[in-house]
């Protein structure tokens, strides 16, 4: 079993910033993508931002620009600088993480969700 324990969410003004990070815990063999995604009220979750263990980032047209996300493998976290803030970024934001798990010599993939951080914005 993996956890994903969320953390920075907040109330800021428009224009403001704020950085969240999630960091997974358990028994992890390896982390392949990550990910943040939101769900603002009476909305479906969509996609903020992904990014894969080597690197490469894909993003929301929404969100191009202004927010920003990276991870440190070696502390399996992930991270998401959200920079000129807008009252439309409000939402529940989640982590996601594509972890491989070890059993013996197979391995498989579960996908796993933390519990969420609230962000609002102010105008």
């Known amino acids: 079993q993996v956890q994903l324990v969320e953390s920075g969410g907040g109330l800021v003004q428009a224009g403001g910033s704020l950085r969240l990070s999630c960091a997974a815990s358990g028994s992890i063999f390896s982390i392949n993508a990550m990910g943040w995604y939101r769900q603002a009220p009476r909305k479906q979750r969509e996609l903020v931002a992904t990014?894969?263990?080597?690197?490469?980032?894909n993003y929301a047209d929404s969100v191009k620009g202004r927010f920003t996300i990276s991870r440190d493998n070696a502390k399996n976290t992930v991270y998401l600088q959200m920079d000129s803030l807008k009252p439309e970024d409000t939402a529940v934001y989640f982590c996601?993480?594509?972890?491989?798990?070890?059993?013996?010599?197979?391995?498989?993939?579960?996908?796993?969700w933390g519990q969420g951080t609230q962000v609002t914005v102010s105008s």
């Open positions: 990014i894969t263990s080597s690197g490469s980032t």
């Open positions: 996601n993480a594509d972890v491989t798990h070890r059993r013996g010599i197979h391995t498989y993939n579960v996908d796993y």
